[in-house]
């Protein structure tokens, strides 16, 4: 099947933008790998130093020089469930690295917070800056220049994206990501969403409320509803830095030990000495975050990679924009319905042909650029492939070719909506993001007066004293990057989902982020230009008129918000100090708009 055109006239379009400074930046790039192993350029001071702690065989490989040497990366802790099997990984890797013929050291860790644990508190202020922290914290594990490729250990929200940025600092060594799985299926993700809902309207108390989501978030391994967690796992597939098929497979499972263990192995092949150098700088290309982009439409998933995916590509010099989001959104079709987006979580995808289902039927559709290079290869075709054990050997087989229940995915020409799921919407608020595959089509459309909110404390406060029983368009400036870091408000979600259910008309307009488990409510997201750089978002008054339509794009309000005067912000102060927030402040002074990533990392310092 030939590409189809839109997908190729984006992908033409990201190239021309690249223009000189990506060229520039591959071939700097690729001369860094040099022809010997990365440690030949260490003094015999800097190299013992490098192998002091190891175990004498690994010091004689070390001295040698001629064997690649593999860096170990991970997110481990063991206070979040996504990160604990990780802990058993390290032994796995450094043995199957030595039986290949190399050696592996864990080079560093990085920060790993969890936005299930921070959201709502003062700690979501720091999570999308943690991204940033992560890619930096990559950077200094592989400064020691001791090693030939790397293994990246992580799985959440900022954590994948920081990594790959991270790599691509380091675009000349093999990368090869290495998931933890998600947790086996507890309480249902509907039965969870209706605790909750129930607990916004005080008919149950704290301690239902507790015992349903310790039921849903149960034991070790991501949460299993589709958000940006298991976004970032897709990704990866799609991209192809993953083992085919590796993304759903349970922690502390023979599988997950054997795919685990095959990562080393394939990273020793990768390095610039083998047959089959593959830098992760010819791996993530142009073609690649098109395909990436195109997995997150086709799958409905977290809107927060349209800004993870943007700052991602910036670290290759790949410019993304929103414009390519909506292109590809407006003809990719959504095969999946996955909770938020459905009833089903990622298990019951899996089983229902996961990943690999969903990847044949674009190829075979012409959606996907085929021709890329992955670690597994040449070509997109190995991740239709599934992996299991045959008498204990890991072995891979073609994948499901036929839906296993149509409730979870279908086939292309039997989709669930025509285009993916987002839509960016324009107007004179601004530039805007809004998830449209867990949103039923009669909530497309919201045109309500605005009741104007400086966080989202202040919206549960009104619900609470009755004051919100009407239609109405929730607006919350004052949450963008620059301001307070952007959290995401998804506290608002069972709050707004009740008044929605009660027949109202509710939306939700805001310079900040919603979680990758955003629900049917429709909300505009990621407002730009923010509130407080000057965005008309922050001009919004209660009792304008404003326009919500994702049909359409529009975001708009009906009033003329150029001939206010500037906004007056409030004092945020409050969002500058504690829970460590007063070592940000330089982020938040340089941090870029969300449509760049949100990112406070590229400051081109040709230009400074």
């Given amino acids: 099947m030939s590409l ?14 690249g223009g000189d400074r990506r060229r520039r930046w591959l071939e700097e790039t690729r001369a860094r790998a040099g022809s010997k192993v990365q440690r030949s350029g260490l003094s015999c001071t800097n190299l013992a130093h490098g192998f002091a702690a190891m175990p004498e065989q690994a010091k004689v490989w070390l001295k040698v020089q001629d064997r690649p040497n593999v860096a170990i990366v991970s997110s481990y802790n063991d206070m979040l469930s996504a990160h604990q099997p990780l802990g058993e990984f390290p032994a796995w890797l450094k043995e199957a690295a030595m039986e290949a013929g190399a050696t592996a050291q864990f080079a560093g860790g990085v920060p790993a917070m969890c936005d299930g644990v921070t959201q709502g508190q003062a700690g979501m202020e720091l999570s999308l800056f943690s991204r940033d922290v992560i890619a930096m914290s990559t950077a200094v594990a592989l400064s020691h220049q001791m090693f030939d490729a790397a293994l990246y250990l992580g799985v959440c929200d900022k954590i994948v994206p920081g990594l790959v940025m991270g790599a691509l600092a380091f675009g000349h060594l093999p990368a090869v990501f290495v998931p933890a799985g998600p947790m086996t299926t507890g309480v249902g993700n509907d039965d969870k969403a209706r605790v909750r809902q129930l607990y916004a309207q005080g008919k149950v108390g704290r301690e239902e409320l507790l015992e349903a989501e310790s039921r849903a978030y149960h034991g070790p391994g991501t949460c299993t509803f589709y958000g940006t967690a298991n976004s970032n796992q897709m990704l990866m597939e799609f991209m192809g830095l993953h083992l085919p098929g590796t993304s759903f497979v349970n922690p502390h499972t023979p599988l997950r030990e054997a795919l685990t263990r095959e990562a080393a192995r394939l990273a020793v092949s990768l390095w610039h000495g083998g047959a ?8 993530l290309d142009e073609r690649a975050f098109v395909n990436g982009i195109v997995g997150l439409m086709a799958t409905g998933g977290s809107t927060n990679h349209t800004l993870h995916l943007i700052a991602m590509a910036r670290a290759a010099c790949i410019e993304l924009n ?16 996955v909770y938020p987006n459905g009833s089903a979580d990622v298990n019951g995808f899996r089983e229902a042909g996961g990943l690999q289902f969903v990847i044949r039927q674009l190829l075979q559709a012409g959606l996907l650029h085929a021709d890329v290079n992955t670690i597994v290869g040449p070509g997109l075709a190995a991740y239709c492939r599934e992996p299991y054990l045959d008498g204990g050997r890991l072995a891979w087989r073609e994948g499901a070719s036929v839906s296993r229940n149509e409730d979870i995915v279908r086939p292309i020409d039997r989709p669930f909506l025509p285009s993916g799921g987002l839509r960016v919407l324009s107007g004179n608020i601004g530039r805007a993001v809004v998830k449209t595959s867990a949103v039923d089509p009669a ?48 506290k608002l979600t069972p709050t707004l989902s009740v008044l929605q259910g009660r027949g109202f008309r509710v939306a939700l307009v805001t310079d900040g982020r919603m979680s990758g488990a955003s629900g049917k409510v429709p909300a505009a997201i990621h407002v730009t230009p923010e509130a407080l750089k000057g965005g008309a978002i922050g001009k919004v008054r209660t009792g304008d008129m404003v326009r919500l339509d994702a049909e359409k794009g529009v975001l708009e309000v009906l009033a003329d918000l150029e001939a206010r005067p500037p906004a007056l912000a409030p004092d945020l102060r409050a969002h500058h100090r504690g ?6 402040g330089a982020m938040r002074r340089v941090v870029s708009a969300a449509e760049e990533g949100a990112c406070t990392l590229f400051v081109d310092e040709d230009e400074a």
């Fill in 4 to 17: 189809h055109p839109v997908v190729q006239e984006v992908t033409e379009r990201i190239v021309a933008r």
């Fill in 276 to 283: 089959r150098y593959t830098p992760i700088c010819d791996v």
């Fill in 322 to 337: 929103w414009d390519d989001f909506q292109a590809i959104s407006d003809v990719v079709p959504l095969l999946a319905r």
């Fill in 443 to 490: 909530h497309f459309k919201v045109e309500a007066p605005a009741i104007v909110f400086n966080d989202q404390d202040e919206v549960l406060a009104a619900f609470q004293r009755g004051e919100l029983e009407r239609d109405f368009v929730a607006v919350v400036p004052w949450q963008g990057p620059a301001a307070n870091g952007m959290p995401e408000l998804h």
């Fill in 579 to 584: 829970v460590g927030r007063e070592l940000f």
